[in-house]
């Protein structure tokens, strides 16, 4: 089966940044488009980035300026850079390979002063 495993996630202060890794043990990793979703308690999952096969990177109006997904196809790794945090990036991230809908486990991201 495959799997996701995400990891980087911690307590941060607001205007602090973090990175984001999600390791995809995915033999079609390098053809897939993968994204980064994130949800809090009692809301839906919302979408935050994604980025194509072939490197093509669309975000969520929260996180444009702020936030670049990028990949590894060499490490089957794609990831989030966070910049500038806001209390409201609150939530626990999610990695999806979009070409199969599977998903990770999450990690959690906890942003306050």
């Known amino acids: 089966q495959v799997r996701l495993v995400e990891s980087g996630g911690g307590l941060m202060q607001p205007g602090e940044s973090l990175r984001l890794s999600c390791t995809v043990s995915d033999s079609i990793f390098s053809v897939s488009a993968m994204s980064w979703y994130r949800q809090v308690p009692g809301k839906q999952r919302e979408l935050v980035a994604a980025?194509?096969?072939?490197?093509?990177?669309d975000y969520a109006d929260s996180a444009k300026g702020r936030f670049t997904i990028s990949r590894d196809n060499a490490k089957a790794t794609v990831y989030l850079q966070m910049n500038n945090l806001k209390p409201e990036d609150t939530a626990v991230y999610y990695c999806?390979?979009?070409?199969?809908?599977?998903w990770g486990q999450g990690t959690q991201v906890t942003v306050s002063s």
């Open positions: 999806r390979n979009d070409l199969f809908d599977f």
């Open positions: 980025i194509t096969s072939g490197g093509s990177a």
